[in-house]
Structure formats: C-alpha cells, structure tokens
C-alpha cells in the first residue's frame, strides 16, 4: 500500500529526528520500526476490518494511529509527554496535506495519561512496588481526564494497541482484561515475552489475567502480537 510505504518514511525521520535532538530526554521515547508497525496494520485488515476504531495507548509520536488511519480506522492516540503529542499532530497534518490520510477518518492525539483516572491511585500503588525507573512508568499529576477529549476510551475501542514499559505490563494487561471490550482486538508488542518470560513471572506476585489467543504475528526483534481474550 502506497500510503502506508510514504507514511513510514515520514516516521523513521521523525524518529531519527527526536532521537537526534534532546526531545527525547526524559520522554521515555523508544523508536519502533515503522515498517513492521505497517505490516501490522495489514495483518490487522484481515482480522478486524474498519471502520473499528483504534486506541493507541502511550502513542509516542503516533506511529501506530497514523499507519491505522491510512488504512481507513478512526484511529486515537494517548500520550503522556506533550512534545510527543506535538510531532504526532504534526506528522498527522503532513499525511493529510499529501493525501496520506484521508481527511474524513477521525485521528486524534490527545495529551494526558493512558491510565484513567479512577485507577490511578491503584497504579500508584502497584507503581510504588514494580517501579524500574520513573521515565518508564510515568504518572500524571492532572485531575482532568484526557479521553473525553480523545474521544474514546479503553472500554469503548475496538482495537488497542500498546507497547508498555516491562515494569508496568502487568497493571496495564489486567486493567484491559477488567474493562476493554469483550470482543476488543489487542495488539501488544512483547505480550508473551512480558507474561510468560521467566523473568517477569518471578518479578510479580500479579497474576496476568489477560490471556490472548494468537490471531497473528509480526516478527522481529520484538514480535509485535495480535489477539483475543481466550476462549
């Protein structure tokens, strides 16, 4: 897909871009190679077709959300560093201004925390156990609540995709598990690696209660999975 090729060349200068300059300091910002994230996508077309919105949660500069909404998803992204949320607005107007993007498919980046509000108090608890570092289990501060802005919410996507910090997988996985949809597709990087790693199983006294059936797979250095809650 043509769209997809030119959107992913707009993505790995961004990348190159941030890590280059001190934008990333503090940021927590980890490059993902644009290209497998497109070939996700498509793998994603013959699961879950659009017009099924996606939630990119902790959305960097929007590569998963931009790619999505190429191929024709409503596509949100959440992001709790502010200058990350601005090159993803950005690079959002660029495809959109070369025809990358259809105009009409809502794509949306918000900055705010991933983690809702209500269950903050409890991530600050489970943070205050787990905690690796503080740029890779952030937690915001502000009482508003992001995705009323975003739009959506982890309850009302179809389609989430999230590539977590090890240390705060845990949480994250077992809040999806108590409030995505039932029928929600995920689309987690390193899913099996941070649920049956033995590392991580001995790391966590939490049982990962979100168990997937495989419906695809990218492969690479981080295999990026696709599934649905077991049936």
Not at 113 to 141: C, G, L, V, W
Not at 180 to 195: H, M, N
Request: hydrophobic share 35%; charged share 25%.
């Amino acid at each position: 897909m043509q769209r997809l090729a030119a959107i992913v060349e707009l993505l790995k200068e961004s990348n190159k871009r941030i890590e280059d300059s001190r934008e990333a300091e503090g940021t927590g910002f980890l490059s993902f190679d644009p290209e497998r994230i497109a070939q996700t996508v498509l793998e994603l077309s013959a699961i879950s077709r659009p017009p099924r919105s996606v939630l990119d949660l902790g959305c960097g500069n929007g590569q998963f959300a931009l790619l999505a909404a190429a191929a024709g998803y409503p596509s949100y992204g959440i992001e709790i560093e502010p200058r990350l949320i601005d090159e993803a607005r950005h690079l959002h107007e660029i495809c959109v201004e070369r025809n990358l993007i259809d105009k009409n498919i809502p794509c949306r980046f918000v900055a705010g925390d991933m983690i809702p509000f209500e269950y903050r108090e409890q991530y600050r608890k489970f943070r205050t156990e787990h905690n690796e570092n503080e740029a890779s289990m952030p937690i915001s501060e502000d009482t508003s609540d992001p995705y009323k802005e975003l739009g959506t919410s982890i309850q009302t996507a179809d389609i989430i995709y999230c590539w977590s910090w090890p240390g705060q997988s845990r949480f994250l996985y077992n809040l999806l598990e108590d409030i995505a949809k039932p029928d929600c597709v995920f689309i987690l990087p390193s899913y099996e690696r941070y649920t049956q790693g033995e590392h991580m199983n001995a790391a966590f006294k939490e049982r990962n209660r979100l168990v997937l059936t495989r419906l695809a797979e990218v492969q690479g250095q981080t295999s990026i999975f696709i599934g649905r809650r077991a049936q």
